[in-house]
């Protein structure tokens, strides 16, 4: 069974910046499949932040236009655990943010956004950011 946990949330203000963790179990992520971190703001439907496909040595992050050059994703082999660094954040940045993954297919810059692709998501960390 695989289980994402988020942690790292808070509240900052514009500029600031945060590290978001995703501690996975029952999955490596240096296997054949794709993570990614999706957000939601009120009233707003859940959209794709960032993604990550690490097939052995190789890796490979994709980003959304939005969040290009303030935000990086990266992989821990040792501990399991995928992360989101976000900098340079802004008030549009406050969502819910929540990591997922997926085995048995590889991703890519047009693949790696389709939500319903992913099989395991975490419950989600809240992130705000007051200007």
């Known amino acids: 069974q695989v289980h994402l946990v988020e942690s790292g949330g808070g509240s900052v203000q514009a500029g600031g910046s945060l590290r978001l963790s995703c501690a996975i179990s029952g999955y490596t992520i240096d296997r054949y499949g794709c993570m990614g971190w999706f957000r939601q703001a009120p009233g707003k439907e859940r959209e794709g932040v960032a993604g990550?496909?690490?097939?052995?040595?190789?890796?490979?992050?994709y980003y959304a236009d939005s969040v290009k050059g303030r935000f990086a994703i990266s992989g821990d082999n040792a501990n399991n655990t995928l992360y989101l660094r976000l900098n340079s954040l802004q008030p549009e940045d406050t969502a819910v943010y929540y990591c997922?993954?997926?085995?048995?297919?590889?991703?890519?810059?047009?693949?790696?956004?389709?939500?319903?692709?992913?099989?395991?998501w975490g419950q989600g960390t809240q992130v705000t950011v007051s200007s």
């Open positions: 990550l496909y690490m097939p052995g040595a190789a890796t490979y992050r």
């Open positions: 997922a993954a997926y085995l048995g297919r590889y991703c890519d810059a047009g693949t790696w956004q389709v939500q319903a692709s992913y099989n395991w």
